[in-house]
């Protein structure tokens, strides 16, 4: 294939085609989020039809492989394969019409659900959706939901997404676009006679191989509503009417690369309403589905305590609210035209399910935040139970069976028998209304035994679905997971049926090959085999918590960055802060998911350990990471890029010259010991022209506004120094005056000994310690772990008082990175008393302290940009929390990364990606601000942002807010040069 593929790719390129083949873009799209890796040759962001005809036509000449792609969250293997990479989801992602008189919208492949979804309620006036809702929404693409026939948590009343197809335009392997309408074919482009040509032909094809299979698709196809497997070439039947759009659909890229759809829409409820009702496990909960069935619910979800404790332990307990009494649980989604109506079937439907004995505890959701955090849960069910917060892994490859919902309880019950058998767990969860069953299982992928046992365990559960009278896939298609599987489900004939049906539309065989029909092996390219043992020496501690005997001997490094399963929450554009360089890029390289795959391949592929450490693919990938922390927190299964990234930093310059900046701001907590001293005279100069070569020479970008710096006279003015002789450890509290506050705004120490003060405790001061945070995040581990080594010893003075520090990415060095990197008890015992500023506040009202508010008036609302670092470590509603525990009844969240994060903002190169950042939340929220609402920055990194934003814009930390001595007349150019 050399040959052929050194030439398609020199003739994709005389046409024009820009072919991206680096290693590190193949890296990025040899993996989705099955158990499958397979680099291709290399990776095109189509931007019309046309040109994904040429593409088509060139690799057809070549006999090169197609693959499309759009969001790469295929759990069965779908979105990789060798050959070409066809990734809609970038430049064809536009919604071309809407037509609310007519219920029916056009969109390219490459749109996000969820986008298209709002695109369509907005142009509707919120009366119109387009219904299909899998959990993948916020990044699964049209295209994508087309190739697998997608469903979604509301199937039950919308069914599949084929229920919703009207007609698909479609570019074939030669390079013809045709348009696949409900009762044939026809050219896309009036005039096209080599199109019009392949349509007839195709349809005298399709007609015959019809004609000859007239009893076996009505025997065998369209038995039950999730019956995904395969083809679905019963819409070709005659009562049909040759229906070919919907044929097309599950056909996942086999046989047509579809480019844009025109789809159905639906009406939006007027009223909506969910029951959380809680069961002793899920056999109970799914024999209950055919009661609840009976009350037309809109969505019947599962999930299992698996996933729910794993989320409480990743994101907090009040990550998970609503949720009644039991171990297993099913969300109930029921609607109507009126909320008296939708209330009266809830109750009625309670009664019932009580009567039938086996309901723990149901409850109905009325409160909007719990509804939200319950559905969550559910929406990140693949990712949550990949990494459980015990310790075992699960994974997918039988994640997708389904049976009618009258058998779902029966078929549940064999399976849990049948995980016994083979000595596995399987977390359950999925869409028990429509008899859709999603579970990971803990296989064990990475050695020869543990892939015998997948090998069994697979073909058995095959056996199995088939005995109850179900498909092996119920939406996210065969894939390379399950195609090899289909003999066990379909007679000869029906296989035949489908070659043929392949072969009619892909005769050379070049789309997604080793799919469907003619398929690879299940066990064959799976991504954890083959990688080398090796041991990452880490200054992270990146232990598990808990080891899973598949992990066993694992070494730390590789865990960690395996932890990426490919689920891509990263690549959402809203909801959380992560990933704020994709949703400024769109580019899959800046994703977290793009960068996890490209460690994967580094300790995969490299020869030796030291040279993985200095591969340029994953400083390449890195570059824009913000370290933002979030993805900790936001992603499903914890990755953590930010300490990823300090990490191979760390290894990467190791004896190199590092960017200028890194010595700069790397090393800031020592510069800042020096400008107390003389820092008049630096504002005077950073007040002239020397400004911009002082930044130039600092390795910073000149379009920033530099701080002023703060002097020692000026901390020591603020500070009150009655508890100065007090001995260490007698105090009530600790607080820790970081670098960032000591050296640029020594004012908010003074306000927050005040605050804490003014709750009756005794506080203690400490100006010397350092959380090594800038070092960190450059990745000069030596230097930092050498300053919280430091920290550690002079914090740990014996007692339990908390100490509170002032910056919050310096209080999430010390809760989280302190422990990691320095591994010692009084490490540990330090970062169990830090607490954040906001933190603090709220565990003091909840002592029944009240702040002394200055002019004695709550203020009614506040706008507040939350760290990034406080998000993830001290949870993603500390600052709301504490806002509203002191009084304040409106909050508005700039929920998003701000765009500076430490460095990344004052370097040259970044400085457009931080202002691109800063649109996704932190813009928005200041542009709906008045001028009399208080803005809340704790971190100064925040806090400079929005003064490169609106130099007149007073902006607070919460300690200045709560502060009654002082009133709130702050001016922003204090903060400036």
């Known amino acids: 294939m050399a040959d052929t593929a050194a030439g398609a790719l020199v003739a994709l390129r005389a046409r024009g085609i820009e072919v991206d083949t680096t290693s590190r873009r193949r890296s990025e799209y040899a993996y989705d989020a099955s158990n499958y890796r397979i680099e291709p040759l290399g990776v095109i962001f189509p931007r019309n039809a046309a040109e994904v005809a040429r593409v088509l036509e060139t690799c057809h000449t070549c006999s090169v492989p197609v693959v499309p792609r759009g969001g790469g969250t295929s759990m069965a293997g779908g979105a990789v394969g060798p050959g070409i990479v066809l990734d809609f989801s970038r430049h064809m992602a536009a919604v071309l019409n809407v037509d609310a008189d007519a219920r029916q919208a056009t969109a390219e492949a490459g749109v996000v659900l969820s986008t298209f979804q709002r695109e369509v309620e907005r142009a509707s006036a919120g009366v119109l959706t387009f219904a299909p809702d899998p959990s993948s929404k916020s990044r699964a693409t049209l295209g994508g939901s087309i190739a697998n026939d997608a469903c979604g948590n509301h199937s039950v009343r919308d069914g599949r997404t084929s229920d919703h197809v009207i007609s698909l335009d479609v570019v074939t392997a030669e390079g013809l676009r045709l348009t696949a309408t409900r009762s ?7 005039g096209d006679e080599p199109a019009r040509a392949r349509a007839l ?35 070709l039947l005659p009562e049909h009417g040759f229906d070919v759009a919907r044929a097309l659909v599950g056909s996942e890229g086999t ?15 007027g009223a909506a309403l969910l029951l959380s009702l809680g069961y002793d496990d899920v056999v109970d909960a799914a024999t209950d589905i055919m009661t609840i069935l009976e009350f037309a619910p809109a969505a019947v979800e599962g999930i299992d305590e698996a996933i729910v404790d794993t989320m409480r332990h990743r994101r907090g307990p009040d990550s998970v609210l609503g949720l009644p009494t039991g171990r297993a649980w099913l969300y109930v989604d029921l609607d109507g035209d009126n909320v008296a109506e939708v209330t009266a079937t809830a109750e009625r439907l309670l009664e019932r399910l009580r009567e039938n004995g086996r309901l723990v505890d149901g409850r109905v959701v009325p409160d909007l935040e719990e509804r939200a ?11 949550l139970s990949a990494r459980l917060h015990t310790g075992g892994e699960s994974w997918p490859g039988w994640e997708d069976s389904a049976v009618a919902p009258e058998n779902l309880a029966a078929y549940l019950a064999e399976f849990r028998d049948l995980l016994g058998r083979f000595d596995l767990q399987g977390v359950l969860y999925g869409h028990f209304g429509a008899g859709c069953m999603h579970v990971r299982i803990t296989f064990d992928l990475r050695t020869d035994a543990g892939r015998a046992v997948m090998n069994a365990f697979m073909r058995a559960a095959a056996v199995l679905v088939v005995k109850h009278g179900g498909s092996l896939s119920g939406e996210h298609g065969d894939g390379r997971a399950r195609s090899e599987l289909l003999p066990l489900m379909y007679s000869p004939a029906m296989l035949e049926a489908f070659a043929r049906f392949k072969r009619c539309w892909d005769p050379r065989g070049i789309l997604n090959p080793g799919v469907l029909v003619e398929p690879d092996s299940f066990m064959d390219n799976l991504a954890l085999s083959g990688i080398p043992e090796r041991e990452w020496r880490t200054s992270f501690d990146l232990t598990p918590a808990t080891s899973s005997r598949a992990g066993h001997g694992l070494d730390p490094f590789v865990h960690a960055v ?19 360089s994709f949703r400024a890029t769109g580019d899959e390289k800046d994703s977290t998911r793009g960068r996890s795959r490209v460690l994967q391949d580094m300790v995969r592929g490299a020869s030796s350990v030291e040279e993985g450490w200095r591969s340029e693919d994953v400083r390449d990938a890195l570059d824009l990471c913000l370290s933002c922390k979030a993805c900790s927190t936001d992603c499903p299964v914890g990755v953590d890029m930010a300490t990823y990234k300090s990490e191979f930093f760390s290894n990467f310059y190791r004896r190199r010259l590092r960017p200028m900046s890194h010595y700069s701001l790397g090393w800031l907590p020592t510069w800042l010991k020096l400008t107390v001293h003389v820092a008049p005279l630096l504002n005077l100069v950073l007040s002239t022209p020397l400004r911009r070569v002082v930044a130039v020479l600092g390795g910073l970008t000149t379009k920033r506004a530099l701080p002023k710096f703060a002097s020692a006279a000026q901390l020591r003015r603020e500070l009150v120094t009655a508890d100065a002789a007090r001995p260490a450890g007698t105090s009530d ?7 960032f506050t000591k050296g640029f705004r020594p004012e908010v120490a003074g306000a927050a000994q005040r605050v804490l003060g003014s709750a009756g405790k005794t506080v203690e001061c400490n100006a010397d310690v ?27 003075d014996g007692s339990d008082a908390p100490i509170v520090v002032i910056e919050p990415s310096c209080a999430a060095a010390f809760k989280k990175d302190l422990p990691e990197l320095i591994h010692t008890d009084a490490a540990r015992r330090v970062s169990r008393r830090i607490r954040s500023f906001a933190g603090m506040v709220t565990e003091l009202t909840q002592d029944g302290w009240q702040p002394n508010w200055p002019e004695g008036t709550v203020p009614p609302a506040v706008t507040v940009q939350t760290h990034c670092h406080e998000y993830s470590v001290f949870g993603a509603k500390s600052q709301t929390a504490a806002l509203r525990a002191v009084g304040v009844q409106s909050v508005r969240e700039a929920t998003g990364c701000c765009g500076v994060a430490g460095n990344f903002g004052f370097e040259p190169s970044h400085f457009d990606i931080s202002m691109q950042v800063a649109e996704q939340a932190l813009i928005p929220a200041l542009a709906q601000t008045d001028a009399g609402t208080p803005v809340l920055a704790d971190g100064f990194s925040c806090q400079m942002q929005i003064m490169q934003l609106d130099a007149h814009r007073t902006t607070l930390h919460l300690a200045e807010l709560l502060d009654g001595s002082a009133p709130h007349e702050f001016d922003n150019s204090k903060g400036r040069s």
């Open 562 to 580: 395996q932890a990426c399963v490919g689920i891509g929450r990263c690549r959402s554009d809203a909801g959380g802060v992560m990933c704020p």
């Open 770 to 796: 350092c959380c090594g945070l800038t070092l960190i995040s450059t990745g000069q581990l030596d230097k930092a772990k050498k300053l919280l080594a430091r920290a550690a010893t002079t914090l740990d």
């Open 201 to 235: 032909e195709l349809t005298e094809d399709l007609r015959s191989l019809v004609s000859a299979s007239l009893s076996d698709f009505r025997l065998e196809l369209g038995r039950i509503p999730r019956q995904v497997s395969g083809f679905h070439l019963s819409h």
């Open 373 to 383: 955090s319950l559905w969550r849960v559910r929406e990140d069910g693949a990712g």
């Open 255 to 269: 046989c047509v690369i579809v480019v844009s759809a025109t789809v159905r829409l639906v009406p939006t409820p």
């Open 184 to 190: 044939g074919l026809e050219a896309t482009v009036d």
């Open 733 to 739: 509290i600790v607080l820790v005056i970081d670098s």
